[in-house]
Each structure stands twice: as C-alpha cells, then as structure tokens.
C-alpha cells in the first residue's frame, strides 16, 4: 500500500484543522509540507451550522457556504484554497492506527502517512444510547448530530415526516438548538431530560426558567426528570415510541438524541498523557511527546485565568488553540518564544429568535438581572457569577454586539462585588462601567 510522508500533519478536519490551516498559510508553510486527514468527504468547515441554518427551512445554510474561516468574520477557505497553498486535503480518509513513536498513520484503507510533526484535532464523537444499553437503541428513525453527514440525514427525516411528531432525547446544547430548529420545520417536538432544568452545566435555575418558558410558548413539550429506557418499532424497523422511565410512552415518527460528546483519542491510548478525559498539553498545545500537538475538543490545557487544567468543548477554543499550537510550531523552529495560552471561556447559542453569550466561570453565587419572563418583548437578561468576592463570569441573552463585549470584559477584568442585591439591581450597567 501507497506510504506518503509530510513535514506537518493535522489528523481531523474540523474546526481546528481549518483554522490550523490558515495559521500555517500565515507562517510560510510550504507547498507539500503540510496534509490534513479527515474522515469527512468535505473541506473544514464551521460546524456550529449544523444544528442551526443547515436545518432551517428558509435562508439554508450549505457548503461552500460555511467553510472556515467564516464563522469568525474571516476568509472563507474553499477547497481550491488548499490545492492553491499546497495543502494536501486528504478526505474521506479514517485513520485506524497510530503509532506515535514510528510518526505513523494508517488509514483503513491500508495507506501510510509519516509526519515530523502531528497535530491531533479528532474533536468528538457523540454518545450512543446503545452505549447506556437502552432497549431498541438501534431502531431505524433514531438520529445523532456530529458531522455534515449526520446533518444531511436529518435534513431528509425533516422532508420524510413533514408536520410528524419528533422526540428529543437530552437538554443540553444539542437538545435545544435541535427542538427549534424542528419547531421552525414544523414539526411536533417533545423534549426529554433527566435534570431539573435544561442546560444544567451552564444554565441556573433562573436562566433555564426563561428558556423552558418561551420553548414551551413556542410549541415544545418539557418532560423533566426523566430519561428513555426503550424504544417501540414498527415492522419496518422505524422507531414508532419512545417507553420513559417514568412509564410513559411518546409517540414519535422519529427521535434525536444529544446526551453529550467524548473525546476522540482511543487511537493514542497509552502513548500520550492524558488527563480530565482528554490530551494533556501545555499552554502551547504541546503534548508530553516531543512533535505532537492537541487542540480543539480532544485538549486538556492549563486555563491560566483560573489556575486550572481543563478541556472546552466549543468553538472558540478550536479555532484559538489550533492558532496557539502552530504559532508555537513555528516559533519553536525559530528558536524564538510566544506568550502563553491565555484563554477567557466563551460559549454562545442561538435558537429561534434567541441569542446568548457567555463568558468566564459558572461558580459561586448568581444574580439575575434584566427582564427574564418569557412574555418578555426585549428577552434581554442575564446573570452574574460572583466567587471570592469577584464577578467570575457572566451570561447575557439578546445582547448588542457592545454588551456582549462588556460582558466578556467583566469576565476578564473580574472586578469586585460585594452587594449582590445592588448588582442585581446595576444589571448591565455594571458592565459597562468596567
Ligand atoms: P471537530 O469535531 O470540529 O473536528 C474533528 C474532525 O476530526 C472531524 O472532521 C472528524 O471527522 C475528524 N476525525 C476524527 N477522528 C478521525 C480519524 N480517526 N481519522 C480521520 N479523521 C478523524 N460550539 C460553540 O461554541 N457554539 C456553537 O454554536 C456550537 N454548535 C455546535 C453544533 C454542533 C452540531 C456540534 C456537533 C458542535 C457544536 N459546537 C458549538 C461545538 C464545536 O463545534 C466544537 O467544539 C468544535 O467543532 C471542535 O473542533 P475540533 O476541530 O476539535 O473538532
Ligand atoms: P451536552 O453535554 O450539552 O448535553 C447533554 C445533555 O444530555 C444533558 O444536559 C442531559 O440533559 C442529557 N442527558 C444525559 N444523559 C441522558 C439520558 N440518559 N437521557 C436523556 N438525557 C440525558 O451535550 P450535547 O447537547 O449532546 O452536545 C454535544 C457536543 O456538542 C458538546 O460538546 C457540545 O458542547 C457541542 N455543542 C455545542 C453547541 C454550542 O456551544 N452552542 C451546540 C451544539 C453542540
């Protein structure tokens, strides 16, 4: 079988791959230094569209459209892109084994790949209720969303079941942009979660209080407290039911499930440290191996804001850590140095109308402040998280380009707050006093 040999090689094309991609473009890479290996048919892309416009009935999103790097306001990178850079895109390509200490690759075609140096960008794969071995978990009608090809079988389930009745398995991320989007097709949809309130990683009680309110005036059914335990089936195989714990059984045409992501990294099971689920690194996304990176989902990296190491599944630690690594890359060859990562957390979502921003740390103490009822005609509202004394993060829906930036400033700045009932009072002019 065919071997090829590179300087540089991005395992994964997602995301971090794209925005590797153009880092190495803006460092001199040079033409058939570097390849990019992903198992996806499709140049990197923004995935963040796929539970939003890809879905959407009206003003659809598809590719080329969302192709890096737009999702942050830059260049769109086009496949033509990569040809003209000498970038080997090498797609529809999985790699089965690695060996890190031959810098080795094998596809599961049998082709192998040799790099200098590896940067490891696989993101995540979903969570299977079969994992969890919930009764009839493999049922035809029962959909996940990761990648485009995923998203392409939705978009057909959407068209198949005009006007049918969906069940959506988890209150996460995935569970809410998921029921609006299918709200907005149309479509009958029932959400199930085990916890008290959607969103509980992020969400408080009172933020989630809000979103459960105006989904449920938007025509989504909340059943909480409860989880899937078994799916009914058509003779066909189409899921026909879904059995909850509680004893009740839904009707469904078909169900989505999103109840949380894992890193992708059995390839490098005990070759490479890991840590908190994921590859350990520095703050320059260098792993305990000389030559191999991580970045994106797959990292565990010290957050140097709070002291901490930890793993971001979002993408705006993506696109910066894979900007940090080959900026590192390369001033490493040059024997020269660059600031350590230095990253402030920032999470967002949008769904319907809905739009939030969030940055820093959700511990500590809370305070709602702005108009959070869901009769709201502003929707604008939001939360402080106060630790030690400090405000540590903060969360801000329907917020102005400017707010949102006050926000984040907040987050950074973590200015002093003592009286909880009057900052709650201050609402955003808190933040825009920093
Ligand atoms: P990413 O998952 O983007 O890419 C990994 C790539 O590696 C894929 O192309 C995969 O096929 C490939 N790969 C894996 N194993 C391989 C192998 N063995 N061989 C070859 N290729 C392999 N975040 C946010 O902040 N706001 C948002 O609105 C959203 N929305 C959103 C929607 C949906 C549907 C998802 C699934 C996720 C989001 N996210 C998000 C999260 C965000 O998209 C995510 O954190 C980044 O995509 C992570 O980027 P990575 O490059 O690390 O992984
Ligand atoms: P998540 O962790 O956000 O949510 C998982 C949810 O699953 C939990 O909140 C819980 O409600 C539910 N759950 C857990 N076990 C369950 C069970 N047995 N039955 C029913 N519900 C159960 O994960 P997700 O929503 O699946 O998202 C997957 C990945 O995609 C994450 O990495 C996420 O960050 C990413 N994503 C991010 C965004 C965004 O940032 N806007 C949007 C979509 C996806």
Known sequence: MASKSFKYVILGGGVAAGYAAREFSKQGVKPGELAIISKEAVAPYERPALSKAYLF??????????????????????????????????LSTEIVKADLSAKTLVSAAGETFQYEILIIATGSTVLKLSDFGVQGADAKSIFYLREIDDADKLVEVIKAKKGGKAVIVGGGYIGLELSAA???????????????????????????????????????????????????????????????????????????????????????????????????????????????????????????????????????????????????????????AIDE????????????????????????????????????????????????????????????????????KVARVQPAADNLEALAKEGLTFASKI
């Open 57 to 90: 009935p009206e003003g659809t999103a598809r590719l080329p459209g969302f192709h890096v790097c737009v999702g942050s306001g830059g260049e769109r990178l086009i496949p033509e892109w990569y040809s003209e850079m000498g970038i080997s895109l090498i």
């Open 182 to 336: 299918l709200r907005v097709n149309n479509i009958d949809v029932t959400m199930v979660y085990p916890e008290p309130w959607c969103m509980p990683r992020l969400f408080t009680a009172g933020i989630a209080a809000f979103y459960e309110g105006y989904y449920a005036k938007k025509g989504v059914n909340i059943i909480k407290g409860t989880v899937a335990v078994g799916f009914d089936t058509h003779e066909n195989g189409e899921v026909k039911a879904v059995k909850l714990k509680d004893g009740r059984v839904l009707d469904a045409d078909f169900v989505v499930v999103g109840v949380g992501g894992r890193p992708q990294i059995s390839l490098f099971k005990g070759q490479v440290e890991e840590e908190k689920g994921g590859i350990k690194t520095d703050g320059f996304f260098k792993t305990n191996l000389p030559d191999v990176y991580a970045v994106g989902d797959v990292a565990t990296f010290p957050l140097k804001l709070y002291n901490e190491i930890r793993r971001v599944e979002h993408v705006d630690h993506a696109r910066k850590s894979a900007e940090q690594a080959v900026k590192a890359i390369f001033a490493s060859a040059q024997g020269k």
């Open 341 to 408: 990562y230095d990253y402030l957390p920032y999470f967002y979502s949008r769904a319907f109308d809905l739009s939030w921003q969030f940055y820093g740390d959700n511990v500590g103490d809370t305070v709602l402040f702005g108009d959070s009822s869901p009769d709201s005609s502003t929707h604008k509202f939001g939360s402080y998280w106060i630790n030690n004394g400090k405000v540590v993060g903060a969360f801000l829906e329907s917020g102005t380009p400017e707010e949102n930036k006050a926000i984040a």
